[in-house]
């Protein structure tokens, strides 16, 4: 990307130059080892390649221009924020930068240490101002998922404007959605005022359309990864899902239907990516924000094959569409409660719905073992991942857990533990 082209708009925006050009220089290195030296990628990875590059640049001035035609940019960190209703309302959502160990330090001066790197990064992008996406959004949306967001979300007001919706915590009871209802029609409430755009249900049903598009094309991937060989790396993969929470909706859906074209002609003439009997894996555990590549790709430079993330930056995104049985906005509004109780994050208690999911991923892509991904300090993932390793075991595959953080310190550690994961997944084959 040529920055300097971008500064009059980043000054605008109140972006810290300086250290934002360092956090460019870091990200463009990182991202060139790590995917432009992936062998035999499909073309039309070419497009994924270009957004990356244009991430903080064509991205935020695309935004920046819809601002100025009137538009509402809506942040976001969390699936449990109904997109559906930001698009209804004529705004843009857009998820905010947390998936970095570059703003830690920033955050460390204020909050405590022993938060989630998750957490701590997205504050930290607040408070050293490097992260264009907060800097363009009008409002931020928080949620009461797990404790350390809710209570940083606390101090996050204080920077920028920030609407807390609540969670019910059993989402799959009577009550649990009653409430969740109540929770949407007032951030519809929220949004309208916000935005001046009333949300009728003409609008709720076209932005539902939409959104359900996009989760189609990113499951029509998914299930195009199970395929042997599988057409596409990990890498690849995760990337395509962690650029689905900023790009342009429309533009995205038809640009992962692209390469899904691609992708079938791959499978059809038996083409794949990965190496012959590769260990076939699922990664299972917390969202990895862009830019956190570093599961897949030490997995996938051992030689293992990531085929699904049961994760939100995977397959708790897109597995579920919203499928309304009725015209009304009441209606509308009862369709977005039903898809997103559905969402197995960890924060719920009981959860079973996650453990089912991870049962029928691991038959749909034949995997052969589970990398759980937990992020540090994030309890509710951490304490889960006793379920989940005996659901694995029942399934009689080996599991692994990574607890780790942003930070690059432990990759050599990482890398022994999978290489021998991969080897007892060898072993077992022979
Ligand atoms: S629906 S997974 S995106 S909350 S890793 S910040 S839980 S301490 S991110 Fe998540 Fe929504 Fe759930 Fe998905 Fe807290 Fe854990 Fe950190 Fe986390």
């Not at 957004?51 to 991205?59: A, D, K, Q, Y």
């Not at 691609?262 to 083409?271: A, C, H, N, P, T």
């Not at 029942?394 to 550690?413: F, H, N, R």
């Given at each position: 990307?040529?920055?300097?082209?971008?500064?009059?708009?980043?000054?605008?925006?109140?972006?810290?130059?300086?250290?934002?050009?360092?956090?460019?220089?870091?990200?463009?290195?990182?991202?060139?080892?790590?995917?432009?030296?992936?062998?035999?990628?499909?073309?039309?990875?070419?497009?994924?390649?270009?957004?990356?590059?244009?991430?903080?640049?064509?991205?935020?001035?695309?935004?920046?221009?819809?601002?100025?035609?009137?538009?509402?940019?809506?942040?976001?960190?969390?699936?449990?924020?109904?997109?559906?209703?930001?698009?209804?309302?004529?705004?843009t959502m857009v998820g905010l930068c947390g998936g970095a160990d570059f703003s830690i330090?920033?955050?460390?001066?204020?909050?405590?240490?022993?938060?989630?790197?998750?957490?701590?990064?997205?504050?930290?992008?607040?408070?050293?101002?490097?992260?264009?996406?907060?800097?363009?959004?009008?409002?931020?949306?928080?949620e009461t998922t797990c404790d350390g967001k809710k209570k940083v979300y606390e101090l996050l007001n204080e920077l920028i404007p920030t609407y807390v919706l609540e969670i019910p915590h059993k989402p799959d009871t009577k009550q649990g959605k009653d409430f969740w209802f109540k929770e949407l029609e007032a951030f519809k409430a929220e949004l309208e005022k916000l935005t001046g755009n009333k949300i009728t249900a003409d609008k709720l049903k076209a932005s539902i359309e939409l959104v359900n598009n996009k989760r189609k094309a990113l499951k029509r991937l998914s299930d195009l990864r199970a395929k042997s060989p599988t057409p596409i790396s990990g890498l690849d993969a995760l990337l395509i899902m962690q650029i689905?929470?900023?790009?342009?909706?429309?533009?995205?859906?038809?640009?992962?239907?692209?390469?899904?074209?691609?992708?079938?002609?791959?499978?059809?003439?038996?083409?794949?990516?990965?190496?012959?009997?590769?260990?076939?894996?699922?990664?299972?555990?917390?969202?990895?924000?862009?830019?956190?590549?570093?599961?897949?790709?030490?997995?996938?430079?051992?030689?293992?094959?990531?085929?699904?993330?049961?994760?939100?930056?995977?397959?708790?995104?897109?597995?579920?569409l919203v499928e309304p049985k009725g015209e009304s906005v009441d209606d509308l509004l009862w369709a977005i409660v039903e898809k997103y109780s559905k969402i197995p994050c960890a924060c719920f208690t009981p959860n079973d719905a996650r453990i089912e999911r991870v049962t029928e991923l691991a038959k749909q892509f034949n995997v052969e073992g589970v990398i759980y991904y937990t992020l540090q300090n994030c309890h509710d993932y951490n304490v889960e991942a006793i379920k989940v390793d005996r659901t694995?075991?029942?399934?009689?595959?080996?599991?692994?857990?990574?607890?780790?953080?942003?930070?690059?310190?432990?990759?050599?550690?990482?890398?022994?533990?999978?290489?021998a994961f991969l080897e007892i997944i060898r072993e077992k084959k022979q």
């Open positions: 990307m040529m920055a300097e082209k971008y500064y009059p708009m980043w000054k605008t925006l109140g972006i810290d130059i300086e250290k934002h050009n360092q956090l460019l220089n870091i990200l463009t290195q990182y991202y060139t080892s790590v995917y432009l030296s992936q062998k035999n990628r499909p073309k039309k990875m070419d497009y994924f390649d270009f957004v990356v590059s244009e991430i903080h640049g064509l991205r935020i001035q695309e935004l920046e221009e819809s601002r100025r035609a009137g538009k509402k940019v809506v942040g976001a960190f969390c699936l449990y924020a109904p997109e559906e209703l930001a698009y209804a309302a004529d705004a330090p920033d955050a460390d001066a204020v909050l405590p240490r022993t938060l989630c790197p998750l957490i701590k990064s997205f504050y930290g992008f607040r408070l050293n101002r490097t992260c264009p996406y907060f800097q363009s959004s009008d409002l931020v949306v928080g689905s929470f900023n790009d342009d909706v429309k533009r995205f859906t038809a640009k992962v239907n692209e390469l899904c074209d691609e992708l079938e002609e791959r499978v059809s003439k038996g083409e794949g990516v990965a190496i012959k009997d590769a260990p076939k894996l699922m990664i299972s555990g917390c969202p990895m924000a862009i830019p956190n590549w570093k599961l897949h790709s030490i997995a996938e430079n051992l030689g293992a094959s990531v085929l699904v993330e049961e994760s939100c930056v995977g397959t708790r995104y897109f597995t579920d694995v075991k029942v399934l009689g595959l080996p599991m692994l857990k990574i607890e780790t953080d942003y930070a690059m310190g432990d990759s050599e550690q990482i890398k022994t533990r999978v290489e």
